[in-house]
């Protein structure tokens, strides 16, 4: 990507379907943008654009198109507001039509005779004079051309007909076809052409109040980030003081406070004090955390008790919020395999119904001239009929609809509940794996070790506690931390150097100049019949040898029983020693097995696994991180650190085994429920389209039915919220 381009982001308020979308990415593309991302249901696109090119140009050229485009505002929740807005508009103007074609409505639906009598009727009579009609079907009619005819027009000059070419041409068919029989006598249908642009609205305004919903995951997280943060200032005199100021003009290293019930603005390191912490929106852990002096804290979780001070590690836009946000978004944007399907079919969707509609209108008048031996005027109206509701009961919307509403709703209950999964396609290889490959310390282990043995070898006055406790607090390995945590002690040792050799152990040389090393077997020279796992040494004698052993997490043992009963193969790969690995893998019914495998030895393996099937790593997104890019799917157990978040394909924020399952169960369901839309899609177009072809069903039938499938289709995947 050139280097001189700049990301942009805009709103575009008015697309109504996956070929509005294409619209405007064919638009950016003449315009040389880059890695454009356009989003019809969340009203977002996203581009790479060179900086010589001014964003009013391009605004310009989107509004020209029959859209709405502004520049997103920096500001979280906002990208949100045009969904409303559109939203507000279409009810404005759904009212407005519906007014004027209820009286034309009522003309179809009582045909009331004029030998009737009653003061009730004569209401009524009105709406059956040409004229009137005429009248009351002209706001609607320009409502439906402001509505839909310029985004149709412009789609036809982009050469990527959409849903609004199929309204705009029923709708006038019947219009025109009404004005003329005012003239050359006949049947009018007005109330056919403001039923038609009417019903539309109202599915349209249902569609975009359904899609709200569904992306509700999003603007609960938006929420989260409050709009004012406690910043320590210094006044002239040099005094402290506390200012409230909005969270976007907070700077990194700025200084803030935090009180009892608080929202965390961005963020950053405890300098003082301590807290409890709600950050269950974030990581989906309900159980509250305990927070001091040197911990991280994060924007948009709570403080649920306590007070304190702590620094900004950075601002607003690039908080873990913000990051969560974006991925969330960006993966909702992503598009699975199986999306294709309905991509190509939508693709020439418009101008295949345009085709059929003409060979209805052409059929059918041949058929009620000739074989049912109608008047000309009679077929003329039966076959226009017959065209205008191939038109209007066609619904390419649904099938644009079928895969991203269950993917926003999918990816945004995971994202509730602590799971980030990065995209569709993610998402569908996920619910297709055979292979679940997991490491074995940190994945399968809680990553801590307590001690199973000790044997001392040498008979001296040393404090075995104190010696190893005053070495080990000075690494961040996990055996260290887990020596450390085994060992306590209250006895400050004195020593002139501590140094940590990687992957042998801890060197320390005291006050006397005794040489003292702890880790494994490289820092012993002399043979040991029987070997440990950590040997501590003096001066190259052998003082003790400690035997140390995995604790599993509690839930292991069931996960992987569950994966088991799912048909999916749970293989373990570490580099741990064989003994370890096979206890670790008897104990969680681990049947497949690979030991002492350095980090090129484990691609290889994830290589061969992937190529026999799709295949899943579960690891904690650090160490593990080649291994995880090797799988078909790679996930992360780590905390929401930025090397997990990039490192995996799905990422378990809170880094609960447990929550692998929850992750499985919604990528299945997700993926179940986009095969349910676009069959009904699919069944709804193949059963209409022909039994409107000839002459079966009334066009105001079809609208309404048109309407409805895209309910069904956005109501089948909010069910994803509460299954």
Not at 218 to 226: C, F, G, V, W, Y
Not at 349 to 360: H, K, Q, T
């Amino acid at each position: 990507m050139n280097t001189q381009n700049k990301k942009t982001e805009i709103i575009v308020e008015g697309m109504t379907c996956t070929n509005c979308a294409k619209t405007i990415s064919h638009f950016l593309e003449k315009e040389k943008a880059q890695n454009i991302q356009v989003d019809f249901i969340t009203g977002e696109a996203s581009f790479y654009l060179d900086e010589k090119i001014s964003f009013d140009k391009i605004r310009t050229g989107i509004n020209s198109l029959g859209y709405k485009a502004r520049e997103k505002n920096s500001r979280i929740h906002s990208e949100h507001d045009s969904i409303h807005d559109f939203a507000k508009q279409l009810k404005i103007r759904f009212f407005i039509a519906l007014i004027f074609t209820l009286p034309l409505f009522s003309t179809m639906i009582f045909h009331l005779p004029f030998n009737f009598t009653g003061t009730w009727v004569s209401y009524f009579h009105i709406f059956h004079n040409q004229w009137s009609q005429l009248l009351l079907c002209l706001p609607v009619y320009f409502i439906g051309a402001i509505q839909f005819g310029k985004s149709a027009w412009h789609s036809l000059k982009e050469k990527i007909p959409n849903m609004d070419v199929l309204i705009i041409t029923g709708s006038s068919a019947a219009f025109i076809y009404s004005v003329l029989a005012m003239f050359w006598g006949g049947d009018l249908y007005f109330e056919t052409s403001a039923s038609i642009i009417t019903l539309v609205l109202l599915g349209n305004l249902l569609e975009k109040t359904a899609v709200k919903k569904t992306t509700h995951a999003i603007e609960q997280l938006s929420k989260l980030q409050p709009n004012i943060a406690k910043r320590i200032v210094t006044d002239a005199n040099g005094n402290e003081k506390i200012e409230e100021t909005g969270f976007e003009k907070i700077a990194e290293n700025d200084i803030l406070v935090l009180h009892s019930g608080d929202a965390v603005p961005v963020d950053g390191v405890i300098e003082e004090g301590t807290a409890v912490f709600d950050e269950s929106m974030i990581t989906g852990e309900s159980i509250p955390v305990s927070k001091k002096n040197g911990n991280k804290v994060y924007a948009g979780t709570l403080v649920s008790d306590g007070n304190l001070k702590y620094k900004a590690t950075g601002n607003a836009d690039n908080s873990m919020l913000s990051k969560i946000i974006e991925l969330v978004k960006s993966a909702q944007q992503s598009k699975p395999e199986i999306q294709a399907i309905g991509d190509k079919i939508s693709s020439i969707f418009v101008p295949v119904v345009i085709g059929i509609s003409f060979c209805s209108l052409i059929t059918m008048f041949i058929y009620h001239s000739f074989f049912n031996e109608q008047m000309v005027a009679v077929a003329i109206k039966l076959s226009v009929m017959s065209a205008i509701a191939v038109l209007v009961i066609s619904c390419p919307c649904a099938m644009g609809l079928a895969t991203p509403t269950a993917l926003i709703v999918g990816i945004g209950r995971a994202a509730r509940n602590g799971i980030l999964i990065k995209g569709g396609k993610t998402l569908e290889k996920f619910a297709n794996i055979k292979t679940i490959v997991f490491d074995k310390t940190g994945t399968l282990t809680n990553g801590e070790f307590r001690i199973r043995n000790i044997k001392m070898y040498q008979n001296n006055d040393t404090d075995m506690n104190t010696l190893i406790y005053n070495i080990e607090k000075h690494s961040s390995h996990v055996i260290a931390k887990s020596l450390a945590k085994n060992f306590h002690s209250e006895k400050v040792l004195s020593f002139k150097t501590i140094t940590e050799q990687k992957g042998i152990g801890m060197l320390a040389v005291d006050e006397n100049n005794r040489e003292y090393k702890i880790g494994s077997k490289e820092i012993v020279i002399e043979n040991i019949e029987c070997p440990h796992d950590i040997y501590v040494v003096e001066d190259g004698k052998i003082l003790a040898g400690i035997d140390m052993e995995d604790e599993l997490k509690p839930d292991a043992v069931t996960i992987v029983q569950w994966f088991k009963s799912k048909g999916i193969q749970p293989v373990l790969l570490s580099g741990d020693k064989k003994e370890k690995c096979i206890a670790v893998a008897n104990r969680c019914g681990i049947e497949k097995v690979f030991y002492e495998k350095l980090p090129d030895e484990k691609l290889s393996i994830i290589e061969k696994l992937t190529s026999e099937g799709f295949t899943a790593m579960v690891g904690d997104g650090i160490n593990d991180a080649p291994a995880l890019s090797k799988a078909t799917i790679g996930v992360s157990l780590s905390n929401a650190t930025d090397i997990a978040i990039h490192s995996a394909d799905i990422v378990l924020l809170h880094g609960k085994l447990n929550t692998l399952v929850t992750a499985f169960q919604l990528s299945r369901k997700t993926l179940q429920t986009i095969k349910q839309n676009l069959f009904w899609a699919f069944f709804y177009n193949v059963v209409a389209i022909p039994v409107a072809f000839v002459g079966l069903l009334q066009p105001i039938i079809g609208a309404a039915a048109m309407a409805l499938s895209d309910v069904v289709v956005i109501g089948n995947s909010l069910r994803l919220r509460y299954k």
